[in-house]
């Protein structure tokens, strides 16, 4: 799969430099091989297990806990030392809860970069009744973190599967 990335506050920079897993991370999404017939089958959740298991096999954590605080209520879909990702291929407001976490497991010195990962427009110009209607686009988080910038303060790389 080919990538459209957006870096908000130097995320890509930590993720290279201090993490050393920017390199691991576009490997496995850049040789990722979704299956997004499932949509046309009404199984959006189909391309969010795929992915979450391309990261599982390659020793990342599913399902972690974005505060020891919060317990089973607030998780993440990936993480690995100090690195998040939220996949999000169904709702934009569900990019809202993902700004959130990422923010609190910031505050408590747990998280140094989030991850979104999102299907690209161009997957969805191919099959335009498949994909949910209020699907998160790059664009999206473009504009939230503009308008936002005041109070996000977590580096975030965003990453849109095309």
């Known amino acids: 799969m080919r990538l459209r990335t957006f870096d ?37 959740a189909a391309p969010h297990r795929q992915i979450q298991s391309a990261f599982k096999e ?3 954590f599913a399902e972690a806990a974005a ?3 919060t317990g089973a209520r607030t998780r993440f879909d ?6 998040a990702i939220e996949i999000e291929t169904s709702s934009r407001e569900f990019l809202y809860r993902d700004y959130f976490r990422f923010m ?5 010195g747990i998280l140094r970069v989030g991850i979104i990962i999102l299907l690209d427009e161009t997957l ?3 099959e335009p009744y498949a994909f ?3 699907s998160p686009r790059l664009a999206d ?20 599967l095309r």
């Not at 920079?13 to 017939?37: F, P, V």
């Not at 609190?104 to 408590?108: I, K, N, V």
Request: with cysteine.
């Open 58 to 60: 390659r020793g990342w």
């Open 8 to 44: 908000y506050r130097h995320a890509e920079l930590i993720l290279a430099n201090e993490c050393g897993l920017k390199t691991e991370i576009e490997h496995i999404l850049s040789h990722l091989q979704l299956d997004t017939c499932h949509y046309i089958r009404r199984q959006p």
């Open 132 to 134: 949910p209607a209020g």
């Open 141 to 160: 988080v473009m504009y939230d973190l503009r308008c936002l910038n005041h109070w996000i303060s977590v580096p975030i790389w965003c990453v849109a």
């Open 104 to 108: 609190l497991a910031e505050s408590q």
């Open 78 to 83: 990936l993480s690995k030392e100090g690195v």
């Open 124 to 126: 969805r110009s191919a």
């Open 67 to 69: 505060s020891p605080f």
